[in-house]
């Protein structure tokens, strides 16, 4: 691997974008080289197994891209497929994991809220965090059809505001004082979440924890890149560009490829 080699980012869509986004702004000077398996989403819908399939075809796709570190961006894949990839494949991975733990330790009410896909709150690396913290309560909420309708460009619609709202008052009745977003897609719906639930109610995602990691690794392995070239960011999917140039706008230095 060298420095001025790409850092590989994954997910079953454009959700990752909203890591991606993090990790560019900390680390500009790197290219990254960015897949987004639109026509699988949601991963959260899938078995393990097919969960662990996917992401070994897209890190084998990143890999002979030169990636020298990998980034699985998407919370599903991370919790039911990163250690499998981590014994498989030699390169470093960074995941992205609920961020319970500050939530946790930052809650007067100690009460939680975790919105997230079912295959992230049904797996065992979940559950193996969740009882890190005996004395929070925890409420967890399966975010049903929002992945759908962010990669079909719905996420203003008025399905998606009354997925919201079914969705988060039961909590805010619970009494949470954090709300955890537990998939990389969610970011994306914070300025409609903002409207639904009471401004006390803080919002956490693990964007920039990422990209402080990422950092990190780069720095322990000395492969930060330190070259004067202008950095490149390539951005594949196998589905329609319009939706990853819509929510990437106006970042004109990207490139877009199908696989």
Known sequence: MNSIDPIGLFDSGIGGTSIWKEVHALLPNENTIYLADSKNAPYGLKSKEEIIFLSEKNTEILLEQNCKLIVVACNTATTNAIKELRVKYKVPFIGIEPAIKPAALQ????????????????????????????????????GHGLVQLIENDAIASEEMNELLKSYLLPMVEKNIDYLVLGCSHYPYLIPQIKKIIPSKIKIIDSGEAVAKQTKKILEERDLLNVSNSAPTSLFYTNSTTDVLKKILDPIDTISYKNF
């Open 107 to 142: 809650s007067k009410t100690q009460t939680i809220g975790i919105l997230a896909t079912k295959g992230t709150l049904n797996s065992a690396l979940f559950h193996e965090n969740v009882a890190k913290h005996p004395d929070v309560k925890i409420v967890e909420q399966i």
